[in-house]
């Protein structure tokens, strides 16, 4: 249980869901955890992946404010000496049809997902160029990999997370710099609770979503944690620039109704 021993791992939007979960993965694997957040660490949830490890540190900051997260990266340089692995989980949901959507909703959606992932890059890639040594793990979605009814601008964010992922793979690899994304599926967290898994969300619509994924069920942060896991250790040693489904089979095809006709339906 030690896979990142000696290593220092920056997580954005460590204050909940995915973030805090590969956090505490991260932690309880060796790591010494820096989390960043707009939010405050809620119900001091925080205070588990500082018992797992004690120098973890957390940082209120906003992933779209470049000052602020080369200000988070220059502390944890100076406490930790070195940033061995980014993840960026900071984001936020937000979609409609493109005639409903405001310029300013677009932008912030942007701002949030694409903008504040190619920050936290940029804010740690000077030291990693400078060791030849770095990791990098994004997070995107299967709504950057397919699209998605009234996903647009979210949809377009995470498909450019994606491939914002792939080239930075092709920019850093020869300097010893890895970059991945997880896309995750629909996973129980509190940005889910807040739209999908939201009491006013139609049932019936959330049913089908659930089908979707084709192990009958929604994701959970640690399943996400333990692929971003994967990607941040020498297990992935000769994988990069590979945008990893962790959906239950949610992108592996269409579901029509077969299984079911089938008797498979579970
Ligand atoms: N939950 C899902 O179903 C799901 C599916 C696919 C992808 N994702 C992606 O996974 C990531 C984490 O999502 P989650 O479900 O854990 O959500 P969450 O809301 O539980 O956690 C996201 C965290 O990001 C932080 N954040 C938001 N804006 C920020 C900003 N400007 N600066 C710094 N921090 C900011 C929030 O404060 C929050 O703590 C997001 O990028 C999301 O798009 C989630």
Request: proline share 3%; with cysteine.
């Amino acid at each position: 249980m030690s896979r990142l021993e000696g290593q220092v791992a920056l997580i954005t939007g460590a204050a909940s869901g995915i973030g805090f979960a590969t956090a505490l993965r991260f932690a309880r694997e060796g790591a010494t955890v820096v989390g960043l957040d707009l939010a405050e660490s809620a119900g001091g949830e925080w205070k588990q992946v500082e018992d797992a490890a004690p120098a973890a540190r957390f940082h209120v900051a906003d992933v779209r404010d470049a000052d602020a997260q080369n200000a988070v990266v220059a502390s944890t340089l100076e406490e930790c000496g070195a940033v061995d692995i980014l993840v960026t989980a900071a984001g936020i949901a937000n979609g409609g049809p493109v005639h409903l959507i405001t310029p300013e909703d677009w932008q912030h959606v942007q701002d949030v997902n694409l903008k504040g992932t190619f920050l936290s890059a940029k804010a740690v890639l000077p030291t990693m160029l400078e060791r030849k040594r770095g990791n990098i793990v994004t997070i995107a979605s299967v709504e950057g990999i397919e699209g998605a009814e009234g996903g647009s601008t979210y949809n377009a964010s995470k498909g450019g997370v994606i491939l914002l992922t792939k080239n930075m793979a092709m920019d850093y690899g020869r300097m010893g710099i890895r970059v991945n994304c997880v896309c995750p599926g629909f996973i129980d967290t509190p940005l889910f609770r807040s739209v999908v898994g939201n009491d006013a969300f139609p049932a019936e619509v959330r049913e089908r979503i659930k089908t979707q994924h084709k192990l009958g069920r929604f994701g959970k942060p640690e399943e996400i944690a333990g692929a971003a896991l994967f990607l941040a250790s020498d297990d992935a040693s000769f994988v990069t620039g590979v945008a990893l489904p962790v959906d239950g089979g949610f992108t592996a095809g269409h579901g029509v109704g077969v299984v079911e006709m089938m008797g498979l339906g579970g």
